[in-house]
């Protein structure tokens, strides 16, 4: 257990190839090893002589499980059971970082995971007799729907007719999850039983590959509005490219060589081999750099802040009044919530506006994520755009008032997702309270006001309104910046509402993309981004001090990353001659050395006596 209540737990009793255990005495010493390996990674000893995050501990140590585990998938070849790792070589240990960059998801690299799943899928349907189709299809049609991620290759990589002996082989086995939603009973197969037998002998197999599930999309059917974008996402990072990130490679290589530290006195790890890990060997690995995120367009931001803006301040309060009136409205016990709002009449709920826009029910709904019914899909975004669903325009509320705190305020994620009712401003309500990101001693976030202005405040009382107004059993204690959910109305507690509420928005208003077939999703870093670029071009070098303390960053290089990624080299070399000028002109004891050598050259130290484009030249060419 975690300082910051994170919990992580594995039995190390798996079996080795041999048919031995792992826990048996024979394989105490390497046992011993592995076990001294995880320790050694929350300790200052492997970090620097400093001690680290809870967070960061909790991710180090989940990495090093990632690594144990490859050596386990690797046992045969490197013969552990028999010798521990006594004949590691540096080839062995070369390959060990290989493997994690051979893609960018360690449920890949490192486990196969779609490989795996596949080809138990194939094993299995196998099996699969044509009267199993026939019964089973007669009671679950849809089973038999064709799905459009395999037509264009994705997913599992499996056929249609595999696609279909594949759902049909997983019902017949109880391996499907129903979910009530809606539009009626959505199937999600239980893919958690299978990674429980095909990872049974490692460490986290089964917990590294829990979000590659979503991956395996084709499988489900039935009805379910899911998460859907109408277009094609603009990447906001380099995420698409397949390559393993530099940056993460880095901690594992790290991770790796603290193996060599447990070993003194009685070696049971051969140290010698760690010495490939150096940095030509780093070099000869094809990695991508650390995920950045893309610039967001000048139009882009100023019209999503004009519309969030405008969206807000003319529905915010009707909104926020008919949420209220619908969660307080009396009904009967055990009736779902929007099953109320559909038998009502829920025109006496709403204000005139929003009567206008044409709300018409609680919700819209729409024919899942998977790809079955398009014409469903395209009825839903019709909907969406015509503002019949009061629940969808909330959620559009709420991502409006993201764009606007993430576009006047540049906060993290996190430091928005942290807000809370009541809490988010202080007493004059001029000033955005927030745990700074990045700051404070082990989990200890420093506590910190910015100035926010008042369009921005107007909407974090929006917020607070709606929180204070509703039933104790609809809030639950939820943040600050989140929404109702479709079905009960309660508000969400989803890690993901932050993103769900911008994507939701970016339809709404139909943001502009690259082409007509994409669209940029918005996401807060880009906002932060355009923030601190924006604000250096209007203030240049002389503000990145102000800028710094206002975005929250210990050092300003990491606000000079900022700029330089998206600034072209000329441009930034002109900036610079600018903010010398400047310093120059106003006695800055800063620019003593520069005036110094300008007077040997003008023979005067008044420099605005000199006309600004002879200086630029000069300076230019030091």
Request: aromatic share 10%.
């Amino acid at each position: 257990k975690f300082e910051n209540g994170v919990t992580a737990s594995w039995n190390f009793d798996v079996e080795l190839y041999d048919g031995s255990r792992l826990i048996d005495p024979k394989h105490a010493a390497l046992l011993d090893t592995l076990k001294q390996w995880l320790c050694i990674q929350t300790h200052p000893i492997a970090n620097g002589n400093r001690s680290i995050q809870s967070r960061t501990a909790h991710t180090r140590v989940v990495r090093t499980l990632h690594l144990i585990d490859h050596l386990l998938i690797q046992g045969p070849h490197l013969k552990i059971a028999d010798y521990g790792l006594k004949l590691l070589t540096e080839n062995d240990i070369k390959n060990w970082i290989s493997a994690t960059t051979r893609e960018a998801s360690v449920a890949e690299s490192i486990y196969d995971w779609g490989g795996r799943i596949r080809h138990f899928l194939l094993e299995k349907i196998a099996t699969v007799t044509s009267e199993d189709v026939h019964q089973i299809s007669q009671h679950q049609p849809y089973l038999l729907t064709p799905c459009e991620s395999t037509e264009n290759g994705l997913g599992l990589r499996l056929s249609q007719d595999e696609l279909i002996l594949a759902r049909v082989w997983l019902w017949k086995n109880d391996l499907y999850h129903q979910q009530q939603t809606a539009d009626g009973p959505s199937y999600r197969p239980n893919l958690a039983a299978i990674e429980n037998d095909i990872y049974i002998n490692t460490l986290w197999g089964t917990r590294a590959c829990f979000q590659s599930q979503m991956k395996a999309q084709e499988l489900a059917f039935g009805e379910d509005r899911g998460t859907v974008i109408e277009k094609k996402r603009v990447a906001c990072r380099n995420y698409e490219d397949g390559r393993a990130d530099s940056r993460k490679i880095a901690v594992y290589v790290k991770i790796l060589k603290s193996l060599g530290r447990i070993c003194h006195d009685d070696p049971k790890v051969p140290r010698k081999p760690f010495a490939a890990l150096d940095q030509n060997f780093m070099q000869s690995l094809d990695l991508k750099d650390a995920g950045r995120h893309t610039m967001l367009p000048q139009k882009v931001v100023f019209d999503a802040l004009r519309n969030a803006i405008d969206f807000s301040l003319t529905y915010g309060d009707e909104l926020v009044d008919a949420y209220l009136c619908l969660a307080n409205a009396k009904r009967k016990p055990g009736k779902k919530f929007y099953n109320i709002t559909k038998a009502e009449d829920l025109a006496r709920f709403l204000g005139p506006k929003l009567l206008d826009l044409g709300v018409k029910s609680w919700s819209i709904h729409s024919y899942g994520f998977f790809g079955e019914r398009p014409q469903a899909r395209q009825a839903y975004f019709a909907d969406l755009k015509a503002s019949r669903g009061l629940n969808e325009l909330l959620v559009v509320l709420v991502g409006a008032i993201n764009i606007i705190l993430g576009t006047l305020m540049a906060r993290r994620v996190g430091e928005l997702t942290d807000l809370t009712p009541c809490m988010a401003l202080d007493k004059t309500g001029r000033y955005l309270t927030f745990r700074n990101r990045k700051s404070g001693i082990y989990e200890a976030r420093q506590l910190v006001a910015r100035p926010i202005p008042e369009i921005a405040a107007k909407q974090i009382r929006l917020l607070e309104r709606m929180h204070a107004g509703l039933p104790p059993n609809f809030r639950n204690e939820t943040p600050l910046l989140t929404f109702p959910q479709a079905n009960t109305g309660k508000l969400v507690r989803s890690p993901n509402r932050v993103y769900r509420s911008l994507d939701v928005f970016c339809d709404y208003f139909e943001i502009d993309g690259i082409d007509d077939d994409s669209r940029f999703y918005i996401r807060l870093h880009q906002l932060r981004q355009f923030f601190a670029i924006a604000f250096f071009w209007s203030a240049g070098f002389g503000g990145l001090e102000t800028l710094r303390w206002f975005m929250g960053h210990l050092d300003v290089r990491h606000i000079w990353n900022y700029i330089t990624q998206n600034t072209p080299g000329a441009i930034l070399r002109h900036v610079k001659i600018d903010y010398a000028i400047q310093h120059l002109r106003g006695g800055s004891p800063d620019s003593a050395d520069l005036a110094n050598f300008l007077f040997e050259h003008y023979g005067t130290r008044d420099f605005a006596l000199i006309e600004t484009a002879r200086l630029e030249t000069y300076i230019g060419e030091l």
